[in-house]
Structures are given as structure tokens and as C-alpha cells.
């Protein structure tokens, strides 16, 4: 009973703060999907990345925040819908409603069928940017989470060199925690310039923060 007690107080407070959270707020103004969009955008903003007629790929890409915001960024007016100066193809593993002007593919890149639409989708051509949003269902095990965590960023990485320019940059969500330090090498061999980032969208407590891999090596 302690434990469902315990469990009550944290769902209502996560509920409290995410009903107050300004970025959820902001999203239902603003048309977004997700509060994630913001975090997208910061890291936009400060390194000057997604630019009009790019080719940018989203990796775990559900329900669709981070696709809305590059939508927005490769629009000539800044629009949600209308003239797009870019190719958008987004995947995951789970369905994602339609977003005008995005290319949707649902499951697992590194199998043949998805792998096939994928190219089918790039037309020949390789991405300008690639950004990952993808998490792994967290256990509680710090030892298999880190692991889960570990391999999603290898995947990011692998798809980035097999699908991104060699000048291009790669946006992944990663976690402070016992993988930390191999994710960032992982970066580092793969990339020229490595750059971590901590959007103020990201609330305090999470764990989470960025990596931005600049330049295939």
C-alpha cells in the first residue's frame, strides 16, 4: 500500500508541473505536438543548423514535435502547412499522426523492408542533418538502461554515417548516467567537433541532455 501511496503523490505531481510547465503551454499555443519541439530549437538557434533546403532526417521522430519544428524552419514563411524549401523523412517505431510535407516511415531502420523505403524516400541523396529524439523503455536497472541507452546512440551514429553528408550534423538525446562518458567517445570518434547541450526545455530534474556531432571524421 506504501508503495501505491507513493506512487499517487508522484503521478499528481508530475501532473502539477507538467499542467504548469510554461513549454507545454507554449506548445498548445504554438501548435506543437510535444514541449520537445523547444529543445529542437534551442539547440537550432544557438548552432545555426536546419536551413532551408536541406534534407534532414528524424530518428524516433513520434509523436512529431521535432518534425513540426524543421517543417516550420524550411517553410519560406515559418508555416505549419504550405510552400516547403526541403525534404523532411521522419521514422519510429510507433504510428505518428500526418504533418504535412513529412515523409513517414513506421519501424526499424536497420531492417531490409524499412531500410528499403528509406532510400527509396532519400532518392539518392544523403541527409544535411539528422536529428534523434530516441529513448529506450527505461528499466530502473542502471546497468541495462545505460546499455539501452549506449546502443540507441551507436544506431544514431551508424545511421548518420551511412545516410548524412560528410559535413553535416547529427542532434542525439542522450542521458547523464553510467554511459555518459562512452556515448561522448562514441561522438568523438565519429565526428570532427563534438558539442553537449542542456536546453532550458529540458526540466532541471531530467537527466537528459544533447549531443551535436559536427562533421564526419
Keep these: 500500500m506504501k508503495t501505491k501511496t507513493s506512487s499517487k503523490k508522484v503521478n499528481k505531481a508530475w501532473l502539477h508541473d507538467h499542467i504548469n510547465d510554461p513549454y507545454v503551454k507554449l506548445a498548445s499555443r504554438e501548435g506543437y505536438r510535444a514541449r520537445a519541439a523547444y529543445k529542437l530549437k534551442e539547440i537550432d538557434e544557438a548552432l545555426g543548423l536546419i536551413k532551408p533546403g536541406y534534407l534532414v532526417v528524424d530518428l524516433g521522430s513520434t509523436p512529431g514535435a521535432w518534425s513540426q519544428y524543421v517543417r516550420r524552419c524550411l517553410s519560406p514563411s515559418g508555416a505549419a502547412v504550405g510552400d516547403l524549401d526541403g525534404t523532411i523523412i521522419a521514422l519510429d517505431l510507433l504510428p505518428m499522426d500526418p504533418i504535412e510535407g513529412v515523409t513517414f516511415i513506421q519501424g526499424d531502420f536497420r531492417e531490409a523492408e524499412i531500410l528499403t523505403q528509406l532510400e527509396a524516400s532519400l532518392q539518392g541523396r544523403q541527409a544535411d542533418v539528422v536529428v534523434s529524439d530516441m529513448a529506450p523503455n527505461l528499466s530502473g536497472i542502471s546497468s541495462v538502461d545505460a546499455a539501452r541507452v549506449e546502443l540507441l546512440v551507436e544506431l544514431a551514429i551508424e545511421f548518420a554515417q551511412n545516410h548524412m ?53
Design 165 to 217: 553528408k560528410p559535413q553535416g550534423a547529427l542532434v542525439a538525446k542522450v542521458f547523464h548516467g553510467p554511459s555518459y562518458n562512452d556515448v561522448v567517445q562514441h561522438f568523438k570518434a565519429a565526428f570532427q567537433v563534438v558539442k553537449p547541450f542542456k536546453p532550458k526545455a529540458s526540466r532541471d530534474r531530467s537527466s537528459e541532455t544533447f549531443l551535436i556531432g559536427l562533421g564526419l571524421k
